[in-house]
Structures are given as C-alpha cells and as structure tokens.
C-alpha cells in the first residue's frame, strides 16, 4: 500500500510517500479501513517534531489519528462491525500507546472500541474532519459540567475544536450566551456556528472583557488570561499541548472512544452539529506535505483533510 511516513524527526520536510508498504495483520479486537479520507490536527505535527518523546512509538512512523472509510476485515472478537461498513474514528488512543500506523494510508487498523458508524448524511470528508476534534470538544465541556443556562467565551472559535465547541454549547448543552474569538474575516463564520457574541482578537484582549462567564473553552493556551474572564465559581478548560495549568483551569486531554461518536452521531445526523472545513481543501494525498505547512500556520479554519487518498 501507498502510505506517508517519517523516520526522524523534524519539521514537514521529513515526510515521505512509500509505494511498497506492507497492508497491516488485524488482531482479534481490530478492524482493517479502506481509508477514503483522513484529518490533520496539531497534534500531528507536534509528533512528527518529536513532543510525545519517549511515550512515542518506535519510528518510522505512519502520521494521523482521524480517518473515515470502509471495513474490509475485521478481527475475530469484533461484534459490533462488518466489512462493507461505513466508519470513521481517532484511532489513537494515546493511553494505551500511540500507534506506529496512523490514517495517513490506503489503509489502517485499529480496534473496534475506537469507531463509531459514519452519520449516513455526511460525505467521508466531512466524517474525517471529526473524530478527535468533536470529542475533545464535547469531552472538555462534559468534563467542567457545563450545563443548560450558563454561559461560555470559546477562545479560537474558527478552530478544529473552537468551531465544534460552539455548536455542541449552543445546540446540545443549551447555552444561555456563546461568545468566541477569531480574526476579522471569520467573525461572520462564529455567528453562524451559533455564537451570539462574536469577538475580534486582533482587536480586544480577553482579559478586558466586560462580560464574565461560567466557562472558558481556551482551544489556543492561555490559562491565565482565560481565568481572568470567569465568573466566581467558573472554570476554563485548557486543551493546548504542554501548558501549565493551575485551579480554576484545568487541562483537558481526550481518551478517545466510539462511545463518544455514538452519542453524537444523532446530532450530526440532524444537522445540530456541522463539520467545519478549511477552504483550502481537500488536499489530495499526494500533496500532504502542502496540507500540513498550511495547518502548522495556525490560521486554518476548521478542520484541514486530505483526499482522495491515493
């Protein structure tokens, strides 16, 4: 099979297309993906720079957590897939050990309490975009109790996460006020998400604001001007890789599972929740370098995807 790889790290200069790789072995609790679309997310590029150390797995290295595609074969203790299945899921789960084999590949395996069934009204790219962003974000706001009549400023609104925490706060937690951040040209993007107070960081701090609020969703690192927002007894939730977090905040790290997509696949499938994907793509596999330089920007919106994949 044609798969991206790495065998050092560094920045995305390290990345190499293989033509002759071997298609993996499934174990009995693994399922085997044609993969038809696949998702970047920072923490792809953090990786390949060398972030996770010695909790890495061996190089070389196949990059990617977030696929979408379709069952081929499935292990022997598999229940709840069959081949022909339509799936789609983060198949890292970085506390049981991050994967050699990522989703950047015509196919990947992974174990089957990682996916969750593609929503039947959403294209593979669409359902690639999701995994890990949508449930880092309902993880986040499940984890600091949000809840119906509260309110919440998202910092990075038009990001991977920021764009999904809107939705989730304003459709299904049921938000009294959304506020969130972006640059200019993506104010009109947040209100459309359901924000009902849009805000221009390029023009207002933070920690100037007027309004407090029960929660800060910080998608970018900045615990301390988050907590200067809150309301008395709120919280912020930080999701930003190796900051240091101190009470009322607290750092949100995702345990990934098909439980999770289960539980939102009805939101997705009546349109509550929309992906949100970078204008500039789909990029096709060929040009992954291309996809991950513009991520590394930090200026994408929404979710950046690569297809089709080979």
Do not use: C
């Amino acid at each position: 099979m044609k798969a991206w790889s790495y065998k050092q790290y560094g920045g995305p200069e390290v990345l190499k297309l293989e033509s002759d790789l071997a298609v993996p072995e499934v174990k009995e609790d693994q399922v085997l993906i044609k993969v038809v679309a696949a998702a970047l997310n920072p923490v792809d590029y953090k990786r390949r720079g060398g972030a996770f150390g010695a909790y890495d797995s061996p190089l070389p290295i196949i990059p990617g957590f977030d696929a979408a595609g379709v069952v081929v074969k499935v292990g022997s203790k598999v229940e709840n897939f069959k081949k022909g299945d339509e799936v789609y899921g983060d198949i890292n789960d970085p506390y049981a050990g991050m994967k050699q084999l990522g989703t950047l590949a015509e196919y990947t395996i992974t174990e089957e309490r990682l996916l969750g069934l593609k929503p039947k009204n959403i294209s593979f790219v669409e359902a690639a975009s999701l995994p890990l962003a949508i449930q880092t974000a309902y993880g986040g706001l499940e984890s600091a109790n949000f809840s119906e009549g509260k309110s919440i400023l998202v910092v990075g609104g038009a990001g991977g996460v920021g764009s999904l925490v809107i939705q989730l706060a304003k459709h299904v937690f049921g938000a009294s006020h959304v506020a969130a951040t972006s640059s200019t040209p993506k104010l009109d993007l947040l209100k459309s998400l359901g924000a009902d107070l849009a805000i221009d960081y390029t023009q207002h701090n933070i920690e100037d604001l007027p309004h407090k609020y029960d929660l800060v969703y910080d998608t970018i690192g900045q615990p301390d001007k988050a907590v200067k927002v809150l309301k008395e007894g709120g919280s912020a939730v930080i999701v930003a890789v190796g900051v240091a977090v101190a009470p009322p905040a607290f750092a949100y790290s995702l345990n990934a599972s098909g439980e999770y997509l289960k539980k939102l696949n009805p939101y997705l499938e009546s349109g509550k929740v929309k992906a949100v994907l970078d204008p500039k793509g789909p990029f096709p596999f060929d040009k992954v370098e291309e996809a991950f330089a513009h991520i590394e920007t930090n200026h994408a919106t929404g979710k950046v995807v690569v297809h089709p994949i080979a």
